[in-house]
């Protein structure tokens, strides 16, 4: 049995994924690569060393799939000790007018796949009284603008979160959730081009800028620790104080 624990990483060829990846090996994990692209991955396993990192190219939001990923963790370093459900996808638009294959995507993806790949990790996080970290969203705390389906499924995500909590605590299982706002990722490349956008999002912000992912990295890796012990069923914002507001505007700025 290999000494070192491991985690599985949904989502890991970019951004948060990515960041998160490379944090957990730097915590000392193995690193189970998970995508759907594996040209991403292949370079983060290099860059971690072939020896703590494999590739599991799977679509979570397919059962089956999601369990060839927990099959690969167990064939390489013998079982799994964290999960990291950071897969998802965003497509934007109002409760009118978005398609119903969009909406039905992120619910298979953002919902579905973290429900897959837990189930499927759940008889090894029993025996290693592991833990599960879902990346979640301020979307999924309060309601965004042209947003709704993802609203709807990252709010699925937090629930779920705190009802997996309940139900798997009694197996030593927590399950915890950080809660980004909008993250310095290639998603977020679209508004570098619109500089108002861009304001907007540093106003509504206290903190005066997006959240880098390594920042995210940081906070999933404190919750996937042993200092995070008896932390269990939270959502924690990773936000900069966006979620301390009750959106009302700054009038000291009028």
Same mark, same amino acid.
């Given at each position: 049995?290999?000494? /070192?624990?491991?985690?599985?990483?949904? %989502?890991?060829?970019?951004?948060?994924?990515?960041?998160?990846?490379?944090?957990?090996? +730097?915590?000392?994990?193995?690193?189970?690569?998970?995508?759907?692209?594996?040209?991403?991955? =292949?370079?983060?396993?290099?860059?971690?060393?072939?020896?703590?990192?494999? $590739?599991?190219?799977?679509?979570?939001?397919?059962?089956? =799939?999601?369990? &060839?990923?927990?099959?690969?963790?167990?064939?390489?370093?013998? %079982? $799994?000790?964290?999960? $990291?459900?950071?897969? %998802?996808?965003?497509?934007?638009?109002?409760?009118?007018?978005?398609?119903?294959?969009?909406?039905?995507?992120?619910?298979?993806?953002?919902?579905?796949?973290? /429900?897959?790949?837990?189930?499927?990790?759940?008889?090894?996080?029993?025996?290693?009284?592991?833990?599960?970290?879902?990346?979640?969203?301020?979307?999924?705390?309060? %309601?965004?603008?042209?947003?709704?389906?993802?609203?709807?499924?990252?709010?699925?995500?937090?629930?779920?979160? +705190?009802?997996?909590?309940?139900?798997?605590?009694?197996?030593?299982?927590?399950?915890?959730?950080?809660? @980004?706002?909008?993250?310095?990722? /290639?998603?977020? =490349? @679209?508004?570098?081009?619109? @500089?108002?956008?861009?304001?907007?999002?540093?106003?509504?912000?206290?903190?005066?800028?997006? $959240? =880098?992912?390594?920042?995210?990295?940081?906070?999933?890796?404190?919750?996937?620790?042993?200092?995070?012990?008896?932390?269990?069923?939270?959502?924690?914002?990773?936000?900069?104080?966006?979620?301390? &507001?009750?959106? +009302? @505007?700054?009038?000291?700025? +009028?």
């Amino acid at each position: 049995m290999n000494a /070192r624990k491991t985690a599985i990483v949904t %989502g890991a060829g970019t951004g948060i994924g990515r960041a998160t990846a490379l944090r957990l090996a +730097q915590d000392g994990f193995n690193l189970v690569l998970n995508g759907t692209r594996p040209g991403p991955l =292949e370079e983060i396993a290099k860059e971690i060393g072939a020896d703590k990192a494999v $590739v599991a190219v799977a679509d979570v939001s397919k059962r089956d =799939e999601a369990a &060839s990923i927990v099959a690969t963790s167990v064939k390489a370093f013998g %079982g $799994v000790d964290v999960v $990291v459900n950071n897969a %998802g996808v965003v497509l934007p638009g109002t409760a009118d007018m978005l398609a119903d294959a969009d909406f039905d995507r992120m619910m298979a993806v953002n919902v579905g796949g973290v /429900r897959n790949v837990t189930l499927a990790a759940l008889p090894e996080l029993r025996k290693s009284k592991g833990n599960v970290v879902n990346v979640s969203s301020v979307s999924g705390m309060r %309601g965004d603008w042209a947003m709704y389906g993802y609203n709807a499924s990252k709010g699925a995500v937090s629930l779920m979160t +705190q009802a997996m909590a309940l139900d798997l605590g009694r197996y030593g299982v927590r399950v915890n959730a950080v809660a @980004p706002a909008t993250t310095n990722t /290639r998603l977020a =490349e @679209p508004l570098k081009g619109a @500089p108002k956008a861009i304001e907007a999002l540093h106003k509504r912000i206290p903190m005066g800028r997006l $959240v =880098e992912p390594e920042e995210v990295a940081s906070v999933v890796s404190f919750l996937a620790g042993p200092d995070a012990a008896f932390v269990n069923g939270v959502i924690l914002p990773v936000d900069g104080g966006l979620s301390a &507001s009750n959106g +009302q @505007p700054n009038f000291l700025d +009028q």
